[in-house]
């Protein structure tokens, strides 16, 4: 079983920042793909971002450039850096990891989310105008 557990969710202004962590156990597996989704209320659930054990990284079009994701697996744990926040990037936040089955980012596009295996419980992001 992987463990995944978010933090560092909380209300911004507009144009603001915050920092996402997701601390999991995927990183003891040799091969691996985390992710980032969100969902707002009303809406389903999508891709933020995506890193693989090559490091290759996908972005969703809305969030490139503003948002940066990246990995520490001596610490267990993945980001997002989120820059010049924008009221519609008000969701929950997930993280998800994957340990078998398809796990790289290909093509610069976003595996879909049926391609994780374990999910965190989210973490909240509120930008207000």
């Known amino acids: 079983q992987v463990q995944v557990m978010e933090s560092g969710g909380g209300s911004v202004e507009s144009g603001g920042s915050l920092r996402l962590s997701c601390a999991t156990s995927a990183y003891t597996y040799s091969a691996y793909l985390m992710g980032w989704f969100r969902q707002a209320p009303g809406k389903e659930r999508e891709g933020v971002a995506a890193?693989?054990?090559?490091?290759?990284?996908s972005y969703e079009d809305s969030v490139l450039g503003r948002f940066t994701i990246s990995q520490d697996p001596a610490k267990n744990t993945l980001y997002l850096q989120m820059n010049s926040l924008k009221p519609e990037d008000t969701a929950m936040y997930y993280c998800?990891?994957?340990?078998?089955?398809?796990?790289?980012?290909?093509?610069?596009?976003?595996?879909?989310?049926?391609?994780?295996?374990?999910w965190g419980q989210g973490t909240q992001v509120t930008v207000s105008s």
């Open positions: 998800a990891a994957a340990v078998t089955g398809p796990m790289k980012v290909r093509g610069g596009l976003l595996p879909p989310s049926a391609t994780y295996g374990f």
């Open positions: 890193i693989d054990s090559d490091g290759n990284i």
